[in-house]
């Protein structure tokens, strides 16, 4: 399998299919480059060539008990563009992957990056503090801690159903979806999992969303349980500098697997815009 080594020996694992101009996926916690199936099949057979990696701790990378922080995520991203040489990609990223999309092109620049998207994603910063009176109260992120040092396998069997709005009125639950979340969960490190959820939780990336100078599209649905859009997309559609902001009414947080025929449609439109 494809494995580029990074500076302190990590082996990150990516999917690399196609031709064309390149689009780079980065994946929500606790998941891998395989919650992008519905992307990249997609963007594959439009003539793009589609990348996807697992985050350190993640999926088939190295399990690291080190790295496992926002500014370490992207020099592993880094070094993925280096070694696959990218140029003109498109950089798209889903909850904590938009994290990730946002601290890579603040820290590495935008040479090798024309546009980059932002999904359900957790910027500028999801804790409250007196800088940030509307986020989610530290609390929060300590029960997630909680919960997921006593019972990981459970917790991963509870999280899809807000993540896909399965638990609201009416939802048509998919248990194949369910199970493929639990999976991609269960494949990566409890540890690296722990870590990151003060990663994509209490990291500001307010500087590095005002770096962003190429055309940046941010997507949100306005029923999303787990990264609430007023304090997310809304805040981040002001930072960067060429925003296009778009609400979906009644969407949740998994929506790129929910409503693909949504979703995709309206990344390829912006991509070829």
Same mark, same amino acid.
């Given at each position: 399998?494809?494995?580029?080594?990074?500076?302190?020996?990590?082996?990150?694992?990516?999917?690399?299919?196609?031709?064309?101009?390149?689009?780079?996926?980065?994946?929500?916690?606790?998941l891998?480059?395989d919650?992008?199936?519905?992307?990249m099949?997609?963007?594959?057979?439009?003539?793009y060539r589609?990348?996807?990696?697992?985050?350190?701790?993640?999926?088939?990378?190295?399990?690291?008990?080190?790295?496992?922080?926002?500014?370490?995520?992207?020099?592993d991203?880094?070094?993925?563009?280096?070694?696959?040489?990218?140029?003109?990609?498109?950089?798209?990223?889903?909850?904590?992957?938009?994290?990730e999309?946002?601290?890579?092109?603040?820290?590495?620049?935008?040479?090798?990056?024309?546009?980059?998207?932002?999904?359900?994603?957790?910027?500028?910063?999801?804790? +409250?503090? @007196?800088?940030?009176?509307g986020? /989610?109260?530290?609390?929060?992120?300590?029960?997630?801690?909680? =919960?997921? #040092? $006593?019972?990981?396998?459970q917790?991963?069997?509870?999280?899809?159903?807000?993540?896909?709005?399965?638990?609201?009125?009416?939802?048509?639950?998919?248990?194949?979806?369910?199970?493929?979340w639990?999976?991609?969960?269960?494949t990566?490190?409890?540890?690296?999992?722990?870590?990151?959820?003060?990663?994509?939780?209490e990291?500001?990336?307010?500087?590095?969303?005002? +770096?962003? @100078?190429?055309?940046c599209?941010? /997507?949100?649905?306005?029923?999303?349980?787990?990264?609430?859009? =007023?304090? #997310? $997309?809304?805040?981040?559609?002001?930072?960067?500098?060429?925003?296009?902001?778009?609400?979906y009414?009644?969407?949740?947080?998994?929506?790129?697997?929910?409503?693909?025929?949504?979703?995709?449609?309206?990344?390829l439109?912006?991509?070829?815009?």
């Amino acid at each position: 399998m494809p494995y580029v080594t990074t500076a302190d020996g990590t082996e990150i694992f990516y999917k690399d299919w196609g031709s064309g101009q390149p689009i780079v996926f980065s994946h929500g916690w606790p998941l891998s480059a395989d919650d992008w199936d519905g992307q990249m099949l997609f963007f594959q057979q439009a003539g793009y060539r589609v990348i996807a990696h697992d985050r350190r701790g993640h999926g088939r990378s190295s399990q690291t008990a080190t790295g496992n922080e926002m500014d370490t995520y992207a020099d592993d991203l880094a070094a993925l563009f280096e070694r696959l040489d990218l140029k003109d990609a498109v950089m798209i990223g889903h909850s904590t992957g938009g994290g990730e999309v946002a601290r890579y092109l603040g820290r590495h620049g935008t040479a090798r990056v024309a546009k980059a998207v932002l999904i359900g994603a957790v910027p500028p910063v999801m804790v +409250k503090s @007196d800088a940030n009176p509307g986020g /989610l109260p530290i609390e929060v992120f300590d029960g997630f801690r909680t =919960q997921l #040092a $006593a019972n990981r396998a459970q917790m991963y069997k509870d999280v899809p159903f807000p993540f896909y709005g399965y638990n609201r009125d009416g939802a048509t639950i998919s248990q194949g979806i369910m199970d493929h979340w639990w999976l991609q969960g269960m494949t990566g490190s409890v540890l690296a999992h722990y870590e990151c959820i003060k990663a994509f939780s209490e990291t500001d990336f307010t500087g590095d969303l005002k +770096k962003i @100078d190429i055309p940046c599209l941010i /997507l949100h649905g306005d029923d999303d349980q787990i990264v609430p859009y =007023q304090d #997310a $997309a809304l805040l981040s559609a002001k930072l960067v500098q060429q925003p296009t902001l778009k609400i979906y009414p009644g969407f949740p947080h998994g929506m790129c697997t929910t409503h693909p025929e949504v979703i995709n449609p309206d990344l390829l439109a912006f991509i070829k815009g």
